[in-house]
């Protein structure tokens, strides 16, 4: 890849800044089964240079389990009533100024209730960045509702997903660019298409990721991908855009994930590869996107 294709990195940080100049996430993450998935989120975006990593917790066993796993995150417990229609909106749990960009889905569980969570926030007032990821993805009966919106939807469905969603996705690498541009004209949203070679596109411009290998293809992978997507916006959106700059920034966070899969996978080897390795060479992967570290070796 020539360095006119690499993602634009994000804004550095003033040396007097605080929290909420590194960007607040709000996530919505994690289930009494998939507890995983919310700690890995948490992780991830913490380790994305985040500053305030908010959780949203559905199920109150997340209130024991994420601490010991994830003790910087604060967690909100989301009464089961706010799901029920006219029982209000987040503000009652969660001041809206204290996110810059959102995230939900991975891990909350394929039900009523995570449709009705994902209904609440798309009919929300909140206009920045808004990904949506996993089971959030399910939940949408019609994706053309994305367009509807004041948030500035990113998606970051798998091919299974993609087909849920209407959009079959084939195994070959014009099939995968025709499939994410055809996700992307239909919801409105910029589609970060999973996989050997994610696709990134609003719809217009489009872009295909060179780094990762087959030791992704595991378990807990994209959970990792949505948190550092989320603190990535959340940067952008702290530091004065606005939007966030969807396109760019799916970008950038495809592209580091995979370089922290191909620094794990180096040292670890691909078939030893887990998803919370890719967390712990986040730092590693951030820096060489930066220009500050070295390849890793293969």
């Given at each position: ?7 634009k ?10 929290k ?33 990593v ?11 389990v994420?601490?010991p ?5 604060v ?9 029920l ?26 039900d009523?209730?995570t ?7 798309l ?17 949408l ?11 500035r ?7 299974g997903?993609a087909?849920?969603?209407?959009v ?18 239909r919801?409105?949203a ?24 087959a ?19 959340a940067r952008r ?17 495809a ?14 080897g ?10 712990a ?9 930066a220009?500050?570290?070295?390849p890793?070796?293969?």
């Amino acid at each position: 890849m020539s360095a006119a294709d690499e993602p634009k990195p994000l804004p550095p940080l003033p040396e007097d800044a605080h929290k909420g100049r590194a960007g607040r996430a709000l996530c919505f993450a994690g289930s009494r089964t998939m507890p995983g998935a919310a700690i890995l989120v948490a992780r991830a975006a913490q380790r994305a240079g985040a500053g305030l990593v908010t959780l949203v917790c559905r199920d109150a066993n997340l209130l024991n389990v994420v601490p010991p796993a994830s003790p910087e995150t604060v967690l909100v417990a989301l009464d089961d009533d706010w799901l029920l229609d006219g029982a209000g909106d987040l503000a009652r749990w969660v001041d809206p100024r204290e996110s810059h960009a959102r995230l939900a889905g991975p891990g909350l569980g394929d039900d009523k209730r995570t449709a009705r969570l994902i209904g609440k926030l798309l009919a929300s007032e909140f206009a920045g960045p808004l990904v949506l990821d996993a089971d959030a993805l399910n939940a949408l009966e019609e994706p053309e509702v994305l367009r509807d919106t004041a948030a500035r939807v990113v998606i970051t469905p798998h091919p299974g997903e993609a087909a849920r969603l209407g959009v079959p996705v084939p195994d070959d690498a014009d099939g995968r660019r025709n499939a994410a541009r055809a996700l992307a004209e239909r919801t409105g949203a910029v589609v970060c298409l999973k996989g050997s070679g994610t696709v990134v596109t609003d719809g217009e411009r489009e872009w295909v990721n060179a780094t990762g290998n087959a030791g992704m293809a595991t378990a807990g992978s994209g959970d990792v991908l949505a948190g550092m997507l989320v603190a990535y916006l959340a940067r952008r959106v702290a530091s004065g855009d606005p939007t966030g700059d969807p396109f760019e920034t799916a970008r950038l966070a495809a592209h580091v994930h995979g370089l922290a899969g191909d620094y794990a996978a180096a040292l670890l080897g691909a078939d030893a590869l887990v998803a919370s390795d890719l967390i712990a060479f986040l730092p590693q992967a951030q820096r060489r996107a930066a220009g500050e570290e070295p390849p890793a070796e293969s």
